[in-house]
């Protein structure tokens, strides 16, 4: 499941990054739906981390679906309404990656270091956010950089490396917590 996750998550940068580089070069139709076909792989990725990580804590899981996909739903509204379109998705992004790096920190099969630094990914889209924070270009290029980098080394480990199976497999039998 691991795997197959980082392969659909490389799926995902590779039609987003696709789209970025074409955009403002090819026909408005032809971004649109490359825009869409991202926002759908993503959602494919979300609910594959939805079941990665139930055993972590469905309910922090469940969260973390509603938050991404409902990014999703805008991104592609904004896709055909874009002059409509003023939520940032980073609004649904940021907190999305914030807790994707909690439920790593919670598991027992991925290494620390890859929660740390969507936690930190999460939190730097959050601070962007901030009026005035995006116009500075140090600060708006390191948010991109460690949100690319962050996302990029998680999807890289899960392709590559996969989860310790053995502790998925102990957390997946344990008894739900409490809060869960």
Same mark, same amino acid.
């Given at each position: 499941m691991a795997r197959l996750t980082g392969a659909v998550y490389l799926s995902y940068f590779v039609i987003a990054f696709? %789209?970025?580089i074409i955009q403002g070069h090819a026909?408005? %139709?032809?971004?649109?739906?490359?825009?869409i076909l991202g926002y759908a792989i993503y959602s494919v990725v979300t609910l594959l981390f939805y079941n990665l990580?139930?055993?972590v804590s469905k309910r922090l899981s469940m969260a973390a679906v509603?938050?991404?996909? =409902?990014?999703?739903?805008?991104g592609v509204l904004g896709a055909f309404h874009p002059a409509s379109h003023q939520?940032?998705?980073l609004y649904f992004f940021g907190p999305y990656c914030l807790l994707l790096g909690i439920l790593i920190l919670g598991s027992k099969f991925l290494p620390g270091i890859l929660g740390g630094l969507m936690m930190l990914a999460g939190l730097g889209w959050l601070v962007y956010l901030i009026p005035g924070v995006a116009r500075h270009m140090a600060v708006s290029v390191g948010v991109? =950089?460690?949100?690319? =980098?962050a996302e990029g080394i998680l999807m890289l480990w899960l392709l590559i490396m996969g989860v310790n199976e053995q502790q998925w497999q102990k957390q997946a039998r344990q008894e739900p917590k409490a809060k869960d």
């Amino acid at each position: 499941m691991a795997r197959l996750t980082g392969a659909v998550y490389l799926s995902y940068f590779v039609i987003a990054f696709g %789209t970025g580089i074409i955009q403002g070069h090819a026909p408005e %139709t032809i971004v649109r739906f490359g825009n869409i076909l991202g926002y759908a792989i993503y959602s494919v990725v979300t609910l594959l981390f939805y079941n990665l990580f139930k055993p972590v804590s469905k309910r922090l899981s469940m969260a973390a679906v509603v938050v991404s996909l =409902a990014g999703c739903v805008m991104g592609v509204l904004g896709a055909f309404h874009p002059a409509s379109h003023q939520v940032n998705l980073l609004y649904f992004f940021g907190p999305y990656c914030l807790l994707l790096g909690i439920l790593i920190l919670g598991s027992k099969f991925l290494p620390g270091i890859l929660g740390g630094l969507m936690m930190l990914a999460g939190l730097g889209w959050l601070v962007y956010l901030i009026p005035g924070v995006a116009r500075h270009m140090a600060v708006s290029v390191g948010v991109e =950089a460690l949100g690319v =980098a962050a996302e990029g080394i998680l999807m890289l480990w899960l392709l590559i490396m996969g989860v310790n199976e053995q502790q998925w497999q102990k957390q997946a039998r344990q008894e739900p917590k409490a809060k869960d």
